[in-house]
């Protein structure tokens, strides 16, 4: 069997605080990964092995990239449940094995993914989950996690609540007892080191690549729901051998963008004046903006984690759109994406819808990757600035898109709809 990630990748994640701290000894730690990596592998065919990191030239050329830009993709699409979700919960669950936070069942809020991922880590740890998903989850989905042992909750809106009903379901059987498995950094925080692993595999890449020089990559468009993949991937890119991070690209689709709103006051705040609510204006915005240096990031960021909620608040209708993996009422995990776009003069692109289609469709037809809608979604946001602003991605850069999730039964077609 392949070497796991995660032993691969240990002394970079925080679970290798548990040697420090004397409560495992590495080796331990290590044996702990080889166990629950099999057991994995026995429920879902294979454990947590790189995933491909790929030029993608067909596609770079589809979506309309000079000749001199290279567009990399990295490919989750054949990981544990088929989605990354399940890197998330993986590393949550190396830290519950060796050191547990309670012994209630665990729980999830998610609208598919995470669910399923969560559900096949805890069948291969042999505990009890509990998962709360919207009334529209995906049937098939929602069969398989029921097949895995996982007790599945469907939860409804109600009138004049703000926020995701699942998430408030997960939180309400917290409080009674269960312990949260979650893709939320916030209520998990070893979710997001899982997460990381992602950006350990593409710098690793990126390093046997650019030998012998130093690895690089310019630009990075991810897609952000509750800010958990996003935060992995810019902070364990933060943690790599990189010169520089890429310029970060935050991407929300049209029906849904609590981060860009959080974004759009924090920065209106620090030039003084309002940020056009478009493509246009928010590469504006962040070029005159520029690259902020450490003491103005931490003023930032104490200004965000003074008053959190007059930045980020849920949305305020029920969120819509093509991509639906990334309809979570509010950016849980946000604080370091913003710091990210912050630090590299990026800024968050709202996704137009028919660039979410575009991007699902065009990844079919150039690529052999079976992407999901929302699985693309972060090549609709490279669409969507390269539709609005051509001129912002220059000759000789190195971008990269992730494609987070495999295509499900009941997703839609891309080559008809």
Same mark, same amino acid.
């Given at each position: 069997?392949?070497?796991?990630?995660?032993? /691969?990748? #240990?002394?970079?994640?925080?679970?290798?605080?548990?040697?420090?701290?004397?409560?495992?000894?590495?080796?331990?730690?290590?044996?702990?990964?080889?166990?629950?990596?099999?057991?994995?592998?026995? =429920?879902?065919?294979?454990?947590?092995?790189?995933?491909?990191?790929?030029?993608?030239?067909?596609?770079?050329?589809?979506?309309?990239?000079?000749?001199?830009?290279?567009?990399?993709?990295?490919?989750?699409?054949?990981?544990?449940?088929?989605?990354?979700?399940?890197?998330? #919960?993986?590393?949550?669950?190396?830290?519950?094995?060796?050191?547990?936070?309670?012994?209630?069942?665990? &729980?999830?809020?998610? $609208?598919?993914? &995470?669910?399923?991922?969560?559900?096949?880590? *805890?069948?291969?740890?042999?505990?009890?989950?509990?998962?709360?998903?919207?009334?529209?989850?995906?049937?098939?989905?929602?069969?398989?996690?029921?097949?895995?042992?996982?007790?599945?909750?469907?939860?409804?809106?109600?009138? @004049?609540?703000?926020?995701?009903?699942?998430?408030?379901?997960?939180?309400?059987?917290? &409080?009674?007892? %269960?312990?949260?498995?979650? $893709? /939320?950094?916030?209520?998990?925080?070893?979710?997001?080191?899982?997460?990381?692993t992602i950006a350990y595999e593409m710098v690793?890449?990126?390093?046997?690549?650019?030998?012998?020089? %130093?690895?690089?990559?310019?630009?990075?468009? =991810?897609?952000?729901?509750? @800010?958990?993949?996003?935060?992995?991937?810019?902070?364990?890119?933060?943690?790599?051998? #990189?010169? %520089?991070?890429?310029?970060?690209?935050?991407? /929300?689709?049209?029906?849904?963008?609590? #981060?860009?709103? *959080?974004?759009?006051?924090l920065v209106a705040q620090l030039i003084g004046?309002?940020?056009?609510?478009?493509?246009?204006?928010?590469?504006? *915005?962040?070029?005159?903006?520029?690259?902020?240096?450490?003491?103005?990031?931490?003023?930032?960021?104490?200004?965000?984690?003074?008053?959190?909620?007059?930045?980020?608040?849920?949305?305020?209708?029920?969120?819509?759109?093509?991509?639906?993996?990334?309809?979570?009422?509010?950016?849980?995990?946000?604080? /370091?994406?913003?710091?990210?776009?912050?630090?590299?003069?990026? $800024?968050?692109?709202?996704?137009?819808?028919?660039?979410?289609?575009? *991007?699902?469709?065009?990844?079919?037809?150039?690529?052999?990757?079976?992407? $999901?809608?929302?699985?693309?979604?972060?090549?609709?946001?490279?669409?969507?600035?390269?539709?609005?602003?051509? &001129?912002?991605?220059?000759?000789?850069?190195?971008?990269?898109?992730?494609?987070?999730?495999?295509?499900?039964?009941?997703?839609?077609?891309?080559?008809?709809?």
């Open positions: 069997m392949a070497v796991s990630t995660f032993e /691969q990748h #240990l002394d970079r994640l925080d679970v290798s605080r548990l040697v420090d701290d004397g409560t495992i000894s590495r080796d331990e730690l290590v044996g702990v990964i080889r166990r629950l990596d099999a057991a994995v592998a026995a =429920i879902d065919g294979h454990g947590f092995e790189p995933t491909p990191f790929e030029p993608q030239p067909r596609l770079r050329e589809a979506v309309g990239l000079p000749d001199g830009v290279q567009l990399w993709v990295k490919n989750e699409t054949g990981n544990v449940s088929g989605s990354h979700k399940a890197r998330h #919960l993986f590393g949550v669950a190396i830290g519950e094995t060796v050191s547990p936070s309670g012994d209630g069942a665990w &729980a999830i809020a998610s $609208c598919g993914n &995470a669910a399923l991922g969560a559900s096949v880590v *805890a069948a291969a740890v042999g505990h009890e989950l509990e998962v709360f998903v919207p009334t529209w989850a995906n049937d098939a989905v929602v069969e398989h996690m029921e097949g895995l042992g996982a007790a599945v909750v469907r939860t409804d809106r109600e009138p @004049g609540v703000l926020g995701d009903p699942a998430h408030h379901a997960m939180v309400a059987a917290v &409080a009674t007892g %269960a312990t949260a498995f979650s $893709c /939320q950094g916030t209520e998990t925080p070893a979710a997001i080191d899982g997460g990381r690793d890449t990126l390093a046997d690549h650019d030998l012998p020089g %130093a690895p690089r990559l310019d630009r990075l468009f =991810i897609q952000v729901g509750g @800010g958990a993949l996003g935060t992995a991937v810019v902070t364990g890119l933060a943690r790599t051998e #990189l010169d %520089a991070l890429p310029v970060v690209h935050a991407v /929300q689709p049209v029906g849904n963008h609590p #981060l860009v709103r *959080a974004w759009d006051i004046a309002p940020v056009e609510p478009s493509v246009a204006g928010r590469l504006a *915005a962040a070029k005159e903006l520029g690259r902020l240096d450490d003491p103005a990031i931490r003023e930032a960021l104490t200004r965000l984690a003074a008053d959190p909620s007059a930045y980020m608040r849920a949305w305020d209708d029920e969120p819509t759109s093509y991509a639906t993996g990334i309809l979570d009422d509010i950016t849980y995990d946000w604080m /370091q994406l913003i710091e990210a776009m912050l630090r590299t003069s990026g $800024c968050p692109i709202v996704a137009t819808e028919g660039a979410l289609r575009e *991007a699902h469709r065009v990844a079919h037809e150039n690529t052999d990757i079976p992407v $999901c809608p929302t699985g693309s979604a972060g090549l609709g946001g490279l669409i969507t600035l390269r539709a609005s602003a051509p &001129a912002a991605i220059v000759d000789g850069e190195r971008i990269a898109v992730l494609f987070t999730g495999r295509m499900r039964p009941g997703d839609p077609d891309p080559l008809v709809n």
